[in-house]
T-cell receptor, first 112, second 112 residues
Framework: AQSVTQLGSHVSVSEGALVLLRCNYS??????LFWYVQYPNQGLQLLLK??????LVKGINGFEAEFKKSETSFHLTKPSAHMSDAAEYFC??????????FGKGTRLHILP | NAGVTQTPKFRILKIGQSMTLQCTQD?????MYWYRQDPGMGLKLIYY???????DKGEVPNGYNVSRSTTEDFPLRLELAAPSQTSVYFC???????????FGEGSRLTVL
């Protein structure tokens, strides 16, 4: 069975600073990995996903993530934070059983 | 462009009552999922379906039932509601377990 661990339930960064949100996964098969964002009182929307191929994945709104098999990680980064990035971010993993499992989420706060 | 539609958006139940959360999608997706979201706990998978007539348990299926008689609809039934079922429920659909999940707007359920 697969699982996801997101380190840090809350992360605060200054506007213009680097954003780094951490995600580690566990999977007995090659995983498919996702990052979703949730704005207040809304459903989730996809930021980016890794299936196969290039390990550095670019997503919407300037976000990217790198799949590192040796570290079982899929951390999300953005070079320069914007106030509009304040939201909750979820890492998710899918294996060969059709389940899509989410982490507990990280709330990103942007400081002016 | 309806996408995934959930009803009702809000509901208050008394302990022991039953109800059905409705979910319908118009994207002809085979895969559909029900999640519950609780503060600090992320999204937990309740049930999922990979096509009409096929359903399977997720991480937290106890107290819930589902059916999938058509591709479009995936209702979630709560029997004998309990305070522990107070949560926000999200329905989502996808082309596959490796594809993007499209979420509904959520249904906020309170059991008193």
């Amino acid at each position: 069975a697969q699982s996801v661990t997101q380190l840090g339930s809350h992360v605060s960064v200054s506007e213009g600073a680097l954003v780094l949100l951490r995600c580690n996964y566990s999977s007995s098969v090659p995983p498919y990995l996702f990052w979703y964002v949730q704005y207040p009182n809304q459903g989730l929307q996809l930021l980016l996903k890794y299936t196969t191929g290039a390990t550095l994945v670019k997503g919407i709104n300037g976000f990217e993530a790198e799949f590192k098999k040796s570290e079982t990680s899929f951390h999300l980064t953005k070079p320069s934070a914007h106030m509009s990035d304040a939201a909750e971010y979820f890492c998710a993993v899918s294996g060969n059983d059709d389940k899509i499992i989410f982490g507990k989420g990280t709330r990103l706060h942007i400081l002016p | 462009n309806a996408g995934v539609t959930q009803t009702p958006k809000f509901r208050i139940l008394k302990i022991g009552q039953s109800m059905t959360l409705q979910c319908t999608q118009d994207m002809n997706h085979n895969y559909m999922y029900w999640y519950r979201q609780d503060p600090g706990m992320g999204l937990k998978l309740i049930y999922y379906s990979v096509g009409a007539g096929i359903t399977d348990k997720g991480e937290v299926p106890n107290g819930y039932n589902v059916s999938r008689s058509t591709t479009e609809d995936f209702p979630l039934r709560l029997e004998l509601a309990a305070p522990s079922q107070t949560s926000v429920y999200f329905c989502a659909s996808s082309q596959s377990s490796t594809g993007e999940l499209f979420f509904g707007e959520g249904s906020r359920l309170t059991v008193l």
